[in-house]
């Protein structure tokens, strides 16, 4: 099992941007339907945006409009820019890989449907 390195976090205000990125040290990455997922602390993971292997992408409402996720299939690599952050978008920052089953933006956004995660990079937002 080849787990996905995230990397990219750090401390940004308000308004600010950042890209994280996620690297994923396997052959078959081209065929790999991807995902993001954050986590605050004393909250539940939840979806952020996800892309499939075609470059279909799908993002929660909260981030639509702010947040681009993105591949490079040449370079094995997903990545989230986020622009406009604000401080409610402070959470830990997981990638997802291994995606099974059929692509719908239902499973897409369900963590259950990912088997391999990185151990997240942290994005702190201040005001």
């Known amino acids: 099992q080849v787990l996905p390195v995230e990397s990219g976090g750090g401390l940004v205000q308000a308004g600010g941007s950042l890209r994280l990125s996620c690297a994923v040290s396997?052959?078959?990455?081209?065929?790999?339907?991807m995902g993001w997922f954050r986590q605050a602390p004393e909250k539940e993971r939840e979806f952020v945006a996800a892309?499939?292997?075609?470059?279909?992408?799908y993002a929660a409402d909260s981030v639509k409009g702010r947040f681009t996720i993105s591949r490079d299939n040449a370079k094995n690599t997903v990545y989230l820019q986020m622009d406009s952050l604000k401080p409610e978008d402070t959470a830990t920052y997981y990638c997802?890989?291994?995606?099974?089953?059929?692509?719908?933006?239902?499973?897409?956004?369900?963590?259950?449907?990912?088997?391999?995660w990185g151990q997240g990079t942290q994005v702190t937002v201040s005001p």
């Open positions: 892309i499939n292997w075609i470059g279909g992408t």
């Open positions: 396997e052959r078959t990455f081209g065929s790999l339907n």
């Open positions: 997802a890989s291994d995606f099974f089953g059929s692509w719908t933006t239902e499973r897409a956004s369900s963590a259950r449907q990912y088997r391999s």
